[in-house]
């Protein structure tokens, strides 16, 4: 047997979830599995595992009910044989429990010193000021997991830390073969590249001794340059796959590295230009050394954070704000669209100061929706779920009025299907997360500001509609428009935007 081959179907009390077939996890491989947020890649993933509620949900695999799966043999083997590293590591760490007691109980017990194996996934970047020295790393083993502490950073890399204990555990054992399963579900989300890569080397190294088999669930393709950059030698052993909804159901394709990877290069031969010097006055300056909630946020044009700099945001200009996770950035733009409550700001927005001290009414009458724009990291947080598709349009701080022809257009340029009534009337909380997110982008660059602030855009997209969306931004930017960019997809945006427009944020209690 080479693979371990699946048709299933899951469904809950109200809709079809997941409808694939021939969805296959080759056997002794890495298989990096790419696809829209929402589209099922998770449930496929647990219902693999065993880990679906039978009672919650409808679940046939290989025609045979999911009871009956669970009980097999080999699902069995699955579960004891592996570890399922969860997209939200949060829900799955028990609060009650120190870390260090977490990453030595149950089936993680025994084995050599952890802090060995913390100390990797912790290591410092003496280019960056990054990483935690030995002393914090044992530290944090008796922290008791709280909703802000540790960080989503952290409790990510404790949760791949156990992963890699496992891994080391059946090495031991003598029980770790190419049957041993190991599920990643967006492991590297909470992580800046430089975990993602550390990451990724502590589980390749093992990978090319043992030849377990391996799924990795992602949005970032920027880690398809990493895997063919620094790992080529793995290259016969790694499949790419991306999964696709077509007429309902889900099929499972071959993604080649090389459409990545000649769309990055695209970009980066034919760099969009950026405004012309008589017109280089920034739209918006934000002084470094913000505060809110006693933290203070530094900005730098330096990543090690030597030399603080004013954030300045031009016309026809696409800026980059980079931090690891956790630092503040998605904090500091909110704090630019006076949507928290500043202790310290010292915002200049065309000729109008912007404090700390100016009323949130404001911010609502002038700026929002009318000069600067935030297009926010999660669909769910900007979306009223119970409206139509329509009705996201509608109330917005619009220049003109927007007709159910303009709602047509605007969608129609993400959205492949057709954009009929049926779909206008479609609630949101029907749609996948990346239906959600297509909409999110849609209705920010709708209301045409001349500020455009952008978290995370390419969060849950799939590789067609992360190309188009950037497109969209060029063609925004060209046209003169301000943007602020966040995201984790730093190759990506490396190549967009200009060395002068990247900045840095650090963060200091």
Same mark, same amino acid.
């Given at each position: 047997m080479n693979s371990l081959d699946f048709d299933i179907h899951i469904a809950s009390l109200e809709r079809q979830l997941v409808d694939v077939k021939g969805f296959a996890l080759p056997l002794g491989r890495i298989s990096v599995l790419f696809g829209e947020s929402g589209i099922g890649k998770t449930l496929i993933a647990r219902a693999i595992y065993g880990l679906l509620d039978p009672e919650e949900f409808s679940v046939i695999i290989n025609g045979e009910r999911y009871e009956k799966y669970l009980t097999k043999h080999e699902t069995v083997e699955i579960r004891e044989n592996g570890f399922f590293v969860f997209q939200e590591p949060s829900s799955h760490l028990n609060p009650l429990l120190p870390l260090g007691v977490q990453l030595r109980e149950g089936d993680l017990a025994g084995g050599s010193d952890d802090t060995g194996l913390l100390k990797e996934l912790w290591r410092s970047d003496p280019t960056a000021g990054k990483g935690e020295d030995g002393k914090k790393v044992e530290d944090l083993l008796a922290v008791f997991p709280k909703p802000y502490r540790p960080s989503g950073g952290e409790k990510q890399r404790m949760f791949l830390a156990m992963a890699l204990k496992k891994i080391d555990l059946m090495v031991q054992s003598g029980r770790l073969n190419r049957q041993s399963v190991f599920i990643f579900d967006e492991p590297t989300g909470s992580l800046d590249n430089y975990f993602r890569d550390i990451f990724l080397s502590l589980l390749f190294h093992r990978f090319e001794r043992h030849k377990f088999?391996?799924?990795?669930?992602?949005?970032?393709?920027?880690?398809?340059?990493?895997?063919?950059?620094?790992?080529?030698?793995?290259?016969?052993?790694?499949?790419?796959?991306?999964?696709?909804?077509?007429?309902?159901?889900?099929?499972?394709?071959?993604?080649?590295?090389?459409?990545?990877?000649?769309?990055?290069?695209e970009q980066k031969e034919y760099p969009v230009k950026e405004a012309p010097p008589r017109r280089n006055q920034p739209l918006c300056r934000v002084e470094s050394g913000a505060e809110i909630f006693g933290q203070q946020l530094i900005i730098s044009k330096d990543r090690s954070g030597t030399e603080e700099s004013p954030l300045e945001i031009v016309p026809g200009t696409m800026t980059y704000l980079k931090a690891p996770s956790g630092t503040g950035k998605t904090t500091l733009v909110k704090l630019m669209m006076g949507?928290?409550?500043?202790?310290?700001?010292?915002?200049?927005?065309?000729?109008?100061?912007?404090?700390?001290?100016?009323?949130? *009414?404001?911010?609502? =009458?002038?700026?929002? &929706?009318?000069?600067?724009?935030?297009?926010?990291?999660?669909? !769910? %947080?900007? $979306? #009223?779920?119970?409206?139509?598709?329509?009705?996201?349009?509608?109330?917005?701080?619009?220049?003109?009025?927007?007709?159910?022809?303009?709602?047509?257009?605007?969608?129609?340029?993400?959205?492949?299907?057709?954009?009929?009534?049926?779909?206008?009337?479609?609630?949101?909380?029907?749609?996948?997360?990346?239906? *959600?997110?297509?909409? =999110?982008?849609?209705? &920010?660059?709708?209301?045409?500001?001349?500020?455009?602030?952008? !978290? %995370?855009? $390419? #969060?849950?997209?799939?590789?067609?509609?992360?190309?188009?969306?950037?497109?969209?931004?060029?063609?925004?930017?060209?046209?003169?428009?301000?943007?602020?960019?966040?995201?984790?997809?730093?190759?990506?945006?490396?190549a967009l935007v200009s060395k002068g427009s990247v900045y840095y944020l650090h963060s200091k209690m």
């Open positions: 088999t391996t799924l990795l669930i992602t949005h970032d393709y920027s880690m398809v340059g990493e895997i063919t950059r620094r790992h080529e030698r793995l290259l016969d052993h790694i499949s790419f796959k991306e999964i696709r909804l077509q007429n309902e159901k889900l099929v499972l394709k071959n993604f080649q590295p090389q459409v990545y990877l000649g769309w990055l290069q949507l928290l409550p500043a202790e310290k700001l010292r915002l200049t927005l065309e000729d109008v100061q912007l404090t700390e001290r100016t009323r949130r *009414k404001y911010w609502q =009458n002038h700026i929002w &929706g009318k000069k600067m724009t935030m297009v926010f990291q999660h669909a !769910d %947080e900007a $979306l #009223n779920p119970r409206s139509t598709v329509a009705e996201t349009f509608e109330g917005l701080p619009s220049r003109k009025r927007v007709t159910p022809p303009d709602i047509r257009q605007i969608l129609g340029e993400l959205f492949e299907i057709e954009i009929n009534d049926d779909f206008l009337r479609r609630r949101v909380d029907a749609l996948s997360g990346g239906q *959600k997110q297509r909409l =999110n982008l849609l209705r &920010g660059l709708s209301l045409n500001t001349d500020i455009l602030i952008l !978290d %995370e855009p $390419l #969060n849950g997209l799939d590789f067609e509609s992360a190309t188009k969306v950037l497109a969209m931004l060029r063609e925004q930017q060209q046209g003169g428009k301000a943007i602020l960019v966040i995201s984790h997809n730093e190759e990506i945006f490396d």
